[in-house]
């Protein structure tokens, strides 16, 4: 099983909860904040909570919906070399070359690597733009040699 759903802190939703998040994302998509402050109530218990969580909550219920498994990783963490390639998506030997090659920074906690997520985070967001103009490209010279794209 992928080591990041081991973790703690992970949730996999059931059937039930992908049911219940799916209504709450619905509800949730409804309302547009207007203040600086959202306003729960949890067990009859008032909340006020952040407008950034109001997004963050948002997000959580539309992956749950979907049966996917949620975790949240504060930016500073830092992730083994096999977190990070489940991240990615790639294999850890992939991803020991993206290392060695300087494509991602990461330090040595005596002989193993570690790769903090905000760093990780900002080679795939590289990443996924370098693909994103690419596609572009490719969609711009078809129209341009009229290949009926």
Do not use: C, W
């Amino acid at each position: 099983m992928n080591t990041m759903l081991q973790k703690p802190g992970v949730v996999i939703p059931s059937e039930n909860d992908a049911r219940l998040a799916t209504e709450s994302s619905r509800r949730l998509a409804k309302i547009k904040p207007e203040t600086e402050e959202i306003r729960v109530s949890v067990n009859g218990e008032q909340l006020v909570l952040p407008r950034a969580v109001f997004s963050l909550l948002s997000t959580i219920l539309t992956e749950m919906s979907s049966g996917n498994a949620v975790t949240i990783f504060p930016i500073h963490a830092e992730l083994t070399t096999q977190e990070a390639a489940e991240f990615l998506n790639v294999s850890r030997p992939h991803l020991v070359k993206l290392l060695e090659s300087k494509a991602i920074r990461f330090s040595k906690v005596g002989t193993h690597r570690r790769i903090k997520f905000s760093d990780l985070k900002e080679y795939k967001e590289r990443r996924e733009a370098e693909q994103e103009k690419a596609l572009t490209e490719l969609a711009d010279q078809a129209q341009a040699l009229k290949m009926g794209y």
